[in-house]
T-cell receptor
């Protein structure tokens, strides 16, 4: 079985400060890891993914995430937060050694205050 | 391509009625997924297709739920004898398999919101 934990329901940061949204995962095969974002009244949108290669992956809107195999983590980061980054963020994992579903965490609400 | 389309966007029904949702994926995507999302939760996997073959169905899914993708293009999700606990947002997503840069990424539709009275 595969699972994702997002330990924080809510993250609050001030505009211009760095932000981190945490994610840990469990999967039996090779992890394919994803971050998606959901803005109010809009569908889920892809941000970035780790499949293989460099542990630091860069994605849309200046976001990046670091894959840490020993800690089974894939935390989302951004050096300088914007008010417009306020949204609901979901981490997801897929077992890359067999074709199948992605399993999502329960999401973290990011609020960036001016 | 206009992305993933879902219809209807909203459905209100009475308990015991049947409902059907339709999803039109991105045309070149061979995989199609159905998820369910309730408030405060992440998307919960229901089932997925590769082309017309249904490859996996969640064990949490009761026999009242059925999905089809008859020609490997659009898909339908039917819920029979709806219950109040079925009230949720039903999300469709599609993806490519393989090693291209966009492969394995889910593109979601806007969802179909079901309210069972």
């Amino acid at each position: 079985a595969q699972s994702v934990a997002q330990p924080e329901d809510q993250v609050n940061v001030a505009e211009g400060n760095p932000l981190t949204v945490k994610c840990t995962y469990s999967v039996s095969g090779n992890p394919y890891l994803f971050w998606y974002v959901q803005y109010p009244n809009r569908g889920l949108q892809f941000l970035l993914k780790y499949i293989t290669g460099d542990n630091l992956v860069k994605g849309s809107y200046g976001f990046e995430a670091e894959f840490n195999k020993s800690q089974t983590s894939f935390h989302l980061k951004k050096p300088s937060a914007l008010v417009s980054d306020s949204a609901l963020y979901f981490c997801a994992v897929r077992d890359g050694t067999n074709a199948g579903k992605s399993t999502f965490g329960d999401g973290t609400t990011l609020t960036v205050k001016p | 391509d206009t992305g993933v389309s879902q219809d209807p966007r909203h459905k209100i029904t009475k308990r015991g009625q049947n409902v059907t949702f339709r999803c039109d994926p991105i045309s070149e995507h061979n995989r199609l997924y159905w998820y369910r999302q309730t408030l405060g939760q992440g998307p919960e996997f229901l089932t997925y297709f590769q082309n017309e073959a249904q490859l996996e169905k969640s064990r949490l899914l009761s026999d009242r739920f059925s999905a089809e993708r008859p020609k490997g293009s659009f898909s339908t999700l039917e819920i029979q004898r709806t219950e109040q606990g079925d009230s949720a947002m039903y999300l469709c997503a599609s993806s490519l398999t393989g090693v291209k840069s966009g492969a394995n990424v889910l593109t979601f539709g806007a969802g179909s919101r079901l309210t069972v009275l």
